[in-house]
């Protein structure tokens, strides 16, 4: 998340320091944090196992889309993303709900289909999802009941650094403590706001200086408004931490 740009003005009102400022490249596209980028895309594998329905809807709720994909080479990708050798299998954005046998994928599939050739799609009106076999080399894809309970595999779009305006957040000059749920190194406050605005589990955020190193991230469950007030602590002379919510 290094490549985050940040006005040194900022930096200098907030006494961050401006050492850490980065000369931005125009339009640098990224992923959102968790997502890996691949081919101008971004994915994330959803390891939680649920059905075919739940999984699609969960990738819309995180601002993509189940991945339906569109290339030998992006079918294959899928195997670099699992966590587990154990997820054998994951759900893929192509079904033959509305019409038996006619495979309706993703619009941006472009018809791209690599079924196991034993015989799949074979399951008639019980099995109308289809999943990625992450078994053998060919990662053949098998129509299954959408009922059943795998793995997901999301995708996105890449985002302009720059579309996150710090000027959308209120900073101040403190710390919200006891409700973090990730730490993570950054190079300025931009690189933290962009990670915060773009997973909707975080409300808030810090970014600590200690004056010397990294500076570090805190993504936060609630804004100040919702903790007690005893939580909300100001920067001090050796510590320096600003606090950003929407």
């Not at 649920?50 to 569109?70: F, I, N, Y």
């Not at 190193?213 to 600003?242: M, P, Y």
Request: aromatic share 10%.
């Amino acid at each position: 998340m290094g490549g985050f740009c940040l006005p040194s003005v900022l930096l200098i009102l907030f006494t961050i320091g401006t050492s850490s400022a980065h000369l931005c490249k125009p339009h640098q596209m990224v992923c959102p944090f968790g997502w890996e980028s691949w081919g101008g895309s971004c994915y994330k594998l959803i390891e939680e196992q649920m059905t075919w329905h739940e999984g699609r809807l969960k990738c819309q709720e995180m601002g993509g889309d189940m991945v339906a994909p569109s290339s030998s080479e992006e079918n294959n990708h899928m195997d670099k993303l699992r966590k587990s050798k154990y997820d054998l299998f994951v759900w893929i954005n192509c079904n033959d709900l509305e019409m038996e046998g006619q495979w309706d994928c993703a619009p941006d599939n472009g018809g791209y289909r690599n079924w196991d050739k034993t015989g799949e799609p074979g399951g008639g009106t019980q099995e109308n999802c289809a999943l990625i076999e992450i078994r053998y080399n060919d990662f053949a894809w098998h129509d299954y009941p959408c009922s059943l309970n795998y793995s997901t595999i999301c995708k996105g779009e890449e985002v302009m650094a720059t579309q996150v305006k710090l000027k959308q957040w209120r900073l101040l000059a403190s710390c919200l403590t006891g409700h973090t749920l990730r730490e993570i190194p950054t190079s300025n406050v931009r690189a933290c706001a962009t990670v915060c605005h773009y997973d909707p589990i975080f409300r808030s955020f810090n970014v600590q200086h200690f004056g010397t190193g990294e500076r570090i991230c805190q993504l936060n469950s609630v804004t100040r408004n919702e903790a007690d007030h005893t939580q909300f602590v100001k920067s001090k002379k050796h510590f320096t931490c600003i606090y950003g919510e929407r």
